[in-house]
Structure formats: C-alpha cells, structure tokens
C-alpha cells in the first residue's frame, strides 16, 4: 500500500506531465525516497496509479542505477570508478573499503549501516578518487581517511 | 584574455545568486533580446556566430534551432542537457553551481529564438549542490519575473522545471534523454524525425548542453564578431578545457577556443607529477581517441583534434601515464560503456561486454594472441553506422587508439601472461 504522503505527492508530479505515464520515475523516486527502496509491492502500487502495467513499471525501475530494488542500508556508499579515479587510485579506496566493512560491491552491512555501491563518474575528476555517502561528496579520499569519513554515519 | 562563461563566478565556489547576478549585467541580454529582437534574429545570430555545440558532438547550434518547424500550434520544448556523466568530464558541474543564472538566461532566451513553452533542466542525480543552486535560481527568476507569464511584459512566456536523473550514461544522448523525461527507458530513439521536428511527447524539442546555452546571452550581448575574436581559430568563443590524472593541478580552465595541447597540460595543469611521464590523453572525454606525445602541438578546437585523430568531445582531457597500464586503463573504459549500454541494439550490448571480457584476460594473464584480432574486429563491427546510436562507436574510439598508440603493452601482457605493471589493477 501506497502511504497518504507518497500518494499525495505522485498525485503532485501527476499534474505536471501531459500522460500519467511520464510520472513513472518521479513515482519511483518517491517510494524510494520514503522506504528506502523500491518493493516487488511498490511497483505494483505504482502501476496501479498510473494505470500502467506492472512489467512496464519494473522495466524502468531496473533500468537505471539508482533505483534500488533491494533493501539497502541506512547510508549508501557510492564509489566513483570511472577512468580518472582509475587512475588516482579508486582500486585501493574499494580494497581498503571491502577491509573495514566486511562486504562487496551490492552488499549491505549485517548491521543494515551500510551498502556499497560502485558509481559511474561522480563528475569531479580533477578531485579523485571521489565517493559520495547519502548527499555528501568525499573528494582526493586517501585510504587513510576512510574510517573517519565512515564515523560520521550511523 | 576574457572569460565570459567563468569571469563571475565567486571563487569560494559558491554560487553567483540573482541580485549579484543582476549586477555584473545579468538579464540584460533577455531585455534586449524581448525589445528588439525578433524571435528569428536571435537564431540567426546564434547561427552567424556558428556557436558549436559543447555536449561532444560540436554541431552548430543556430543551424540545430533552424529545424525547429515555427508555425506549429502547440507546445515546444527546450531542454538544457544537464546529465554530464561522460567519465573524465567535469567542466559543466562548474558552470551549474557557480553561475546557475547565466544558464536560465541563454535558456530563457533559446526558448524565445524557438518560441518553446516549456522548458527543462535534466540534471544529473549525482550533482547535489547543482540540484539545490538551480532549484533556488528557477524560484528567483520567477519571482523576478525572468520566467513564467508574460515575462517582462513582452508577448512570451515559458515555464521551467528541474528534472533530477537517476543514474544512466544513456540519458545524455539527446533522444535518450527525452525518453527518460517521458518517465521510460533511456533507450535512443531512430532519427528522423529530429527531436527538433518531434521530440518530447512529439512535440518540437531542442536539446543544447549547459555550456552551450551558457553562451547565449553574451552572444546576444555582444555580437557574433566579438564571439569569434575571443578564440585562436575558426570555432569561435572560448572553452571550457580541464584535465584530470597525474598532473600536478588537475582542474578546468576556461580559455581560448584553439590552444594546444602542450598550454594546457604544461601551463595550466602544472605538467606530468614528479616521477610520471606522459604517455597519451583521450583529449575530450571517455569516448574519444588517444592523442600521444606526437600530438602536443595539436590545436583543442574540432578541426585540429579531428585532424590528428580524435575528437575534441568535452574539451576534458584524461591523461594516461607510464605508471598506469594502458590495458588496464582502457580495460576500465570498456567496464563502463559495457555496463551503461542501454542493450537496445545487439552489436552493443553483446559486443561491449566481449570487449570487456577481452581485456579481462589480458590483465589478468590468460590472453591469447588472436584476442588483438578480436578487439580490432569489434572495434569495426562496433564502429559508426553498425549500431543505433553513438554509445558503443564512442566505446571503440579510446580502444582502437590504445590498439594503435600502445600495441607493445597488449603485447607484453600476452607475452609474459601478466600486466607488466608494478600497481596492477582492475
């Protein structure tokens, strides 16, 4: 089930396009920004309000990276790995970061602290290697700096 | 030496907000553009300019205006492709948060040349502080009255709205991206119709990059001979050119459309570090070919960079260095254009992860002989006009070279059944 809030606020975006299908990754966006992620029951929820079918729905929700379809933690990790943090050294950064958190690229800490994901190019090349937490950008990361950065989230 | 696009923005990093925007002439250029400009007049100044796009592709964005069918009832869109998620490229994420306004005013403008209704910026998820400058400056310019009803009193209007992606290389490719804003798929769409002609929701689209647009209301400011003097060569204005790698100050400059190579790595970006020696560029991006040593003296503009090869792409250059495996490096390309291809058509999506499974095995010891013969056939099989859109093509431009530039490396990684390189990575 849909919450008022996510309703009332599909309903918002539904205003603005021309074809209540054009509100489909905005709907997605909300349920995701509410719970996290996005739920097989969510999709279909959505369809239901756009009048969409629930494979249609679930085509977009997969195709792009930022959707998620899965639980994840309370804080995502994204760590750029894009050719210019290649070269800075973001190999090092996901060893060190594998080390400290005990899991892999798609994984979620036991403790539901953390997922890491890897990130096509965060757009600040001339600052690598570079990882955004939730809404926080880490730029020029050494290895070293890594467990402080991870302290401030709980 | 002037920097039109950069001059203002604060050096703090912070954003040029309206009042302050509005005092180093800002909203001018709209004032002139609604008094004693016909909507026709602005296209084709922008066209005497020959103001070429700043997105990769370099076409000439009063001809791309031209197209747009002018006595259609109904909507009409401009949208500022705001996506930059080209690895390497940096260079509009400095326009977005620094001077926000100076992007709504060329759009407010482009959208009068177009007489389009709507308009959008289709920004980037990652682009956070981007998100929040933009969003504040929508708000300012409608309350100011530079957007929305009747906008200074003149006959036009237009409405505006920031539309955040969520994370798709795709989505910077024009008819991707109007997928993407009509809630599908990022898939391309086969061309004609132009977006211009139908486009979002079949309507007459234009989609400009964000230093593209940038540029407008100076040009209308200015004149189409004072756009042209700014640069060395042929394509007019400046550019914005960066540089990422071992280099001792990585960053983005805003200079002289034309300057060679050499300027920007040795002057600007302070030369190779201590201990690295240069070896190759892709001179504008991800999905550009190697420039070498040869090639210093090559000019930044579209003539010069295509005359030695490549293309000048964003004018955002990544350096590769004799420490960094070019194996490994174009390795670490083809990952990413592998996993961002769409899987629309065939060639791409089962020919980039070939490539990329490729060179996998180089690095890793396990490669053959043939395997180069391999990648130079898909670099043909995956060239222009064998796939639906420019992703995969793009993907073969930084391979093909590094085939051509760097062959004794492939070589090496075959012959010794490992990368020769002491911090091997992938």
Not at chain 1, 98 to 118: K, M, N, S, V, W
Request: aromatic share 8%; with cysteine.
């Amino acid at each position: 089930m849909l919450s008022a809030i996510e309703i009332e606020k599909i309903t918002h975006e539904l205003q603005q396009v021309p074809v209540k299908k054009a509100a489909c990754i905005e709907a997605l966006k909300i349920v995701q920004q509410e719970r996290r992620w996005v739920s097989d029951e969510s999709v279909a929820d959505i369809a239901a309000m756009l009048e969409m079918s629930t494979a249609e729905v679930d085509s977009v929700a997969t195709f792009y990276n930022l959707i998620f379809r899965q639980p994840v933690g309370r804080h995502v990790i994204l760590l750029c790995d894009s050719i210019s943090c290649y070269v800075m050294g973001y190999t090092v950064l996901r060893q060190r970061l594998h080390e400290i958190l005990l899991i892999g690229y798609g994984q979620t800490t036991a403790d539901e602290r953390f997922t890491l994901l890897p990130n096509a190019c965060l757009g600040t090349c001339d600052h690598a290697p570079a990882l955004m937490i939730d809404d926080d950008l880490y730029r020029d990361i050494q290895p070293a700096d890594l467990e402080q950065i991870l302290e401030k989230y709980h | 030496m002037e920097r039109p696009l950069t001059q203002h923005i604060p050096e703090n990093g912070a954003a040029l907000h309206l009042r302050e925007y509005e005092a180093v002439g800002g909203y001018t250029a709209l004032r002139k553009a609604l008094r004693d400009m016909e909507p026709a007049q602005v296209g084709a100044l922008v066209k005497d300019a020959n103001l070429k796009g700043r997105g990769g592709a370099g076409f000439a964005t009063g001809v791309k205006w031209s197209f747009v069918p002018m006595n259609v009832p109904g909507p009409k869109y401009l949208i500022a492709n705001a996506d930059e998620m080209e690895p390497g490229t940096f260079k509009d994420r400095w326009l977005l948060e620094g001077n926000p306004h100076q992007l709504l005013e060329g759009m407010i403008i482009a959208a009068y040349a177009i007489q389009a209704t709507d308009a959008f910026v289709f920004l980037r998820w990652a682009y956070k502080d981007a998100a929040r400058e933009m969003r504040r400056a929508i708000a300012d310019a409608y309350t100011a009255g530079y957007l929305g009803k009747n906008i200074l009193g003149s006959a036009f209007s237009l409405e505006m709205q920031l539309h955040t992606g969520v994370g798709r290389y795709m989505c910077g490719e024009e008819t991707a991206l109007l997928n993407s804003l009509e809630g599908k798929r990022a898939t391309p769409r086969a061309k004609p119709p132009f977006p211009q002609v139908s486009g979002l929701f079949g309507k007459p689209t234009i989609v400009n990059n964000v230093e593209t647009l940038s540029w407008i209301s100076h040009i209308v400011n200015n004149g189409e001979a004072w756009f042209k003097s700014l640069s060395y060569t042929a394509d007019g204005g400046t550019k914005i050119y960066g540089v990422s790698g071992r280099v001792n100050k990585p960053g983005a400059w805003e200079l002289p459309m034309g300057i060679t190579m050499r300027e920007l790595l040795e002057e600007h970006a302070g030369g190779m570090r201590n201990g690295y020696r240069f070896r190759g560029a892709l001179p504008g991006g991800a999905s550009t070919d190697f420039l070498t040593d040869a090639h210093l003296d090559v000019k930044m503009d579209f003539a010069g960079v295509a005359a030695a090869g490549s293309r000048l792409g964003t004018g955002t250059m990544v350096v590769l260095d004799d420490h960094t495996c070019p194996v490994g490096f174009v390795h670490n390309l083809e990952h990413f254009f592998a996993q961002e291809s769409c899987g629309f058509c065939t060639p791409c999506r089962e020919g980039l992860p070939w490539t990329e499974k490729i060179l996998w095995s180089l690095e890793n010891g396990t490669g053959e002989p043939a395997d180069l013969e391999l990648l130079e056939r898909h670099t043909k099989l995956l060239g222009p006009g064998n796939t639906f859109c420019a992703l995969a093509p793009g993907a073969m431009e930084p391979l093909q070279s590094a085939l051509k530039y760097f062959r004794e490396d492939f070589e090496q990684h075959i012959k010794e059944k490992k990368c020769p390189y002491a911090h091997h990575q992938h």
